[in-house]
Nanobody, 112 residues
Framework: QVQLVESGGGLAQPGGSLRLSCAAS????????MRWARQASGKGLEWVAV????????YYADSVKGRFTISRDNAKNTLYLQMNSLKPEDTALYYC?????WGQGTQVTVSS
């Protein structure tokens, strides 16, 4: 069955960086459209980034454009989200998704 396991979350200072990883299994990763989403406490789900199967077409939410980069390593069946210039408003539970399947999420907290 489809499994998505996120890692790499934690505490970062404003202006800092984190890299999230999502280990995928149970499907043909290299042809899948992969997504990152986040949900802050008390708020709705926000799509953060989408990476299409060709590896070059991407979508980013306006709130992260220019700061976050989504990428994939098809040899490792792994999706990444490089997050730079982090802001307190980036604090959220981050999920990897291959719709309709989701990982369990990894918490990112940005605070001084």
């Amino acid at each position: 069955q489809v499994q998505l396991v996120e890692s790499g979350g934690g505490l970062a200072q404003p202006g800092g960086s984190l890299r999230l990883s999502c280990a995928a299994s149970g499907f043909t990763f290299r042809i899948a459209i992969m997504r990152w989403a986040r949900q802050a406490s008390g708020k709705g789900l926000e799509w953060v980034a989408v990476l299409y199967s060709d590896g070059s077409n991407t979508y980013y939410a306006d709130s992260v454009k220019g700061r976050f980069t989504i990428s994939r390593d098809n040899a490792k069946n792994t999706l990444y989200l490089q997050m730079n210039s982090l802001k307190p408003e980036d604090t959220a539970l981050y999920y990897c998704a291959r719709v309709p399947c989701w990982g369990q999420g990894t918490q990112v907290t940005v605070s001084s």
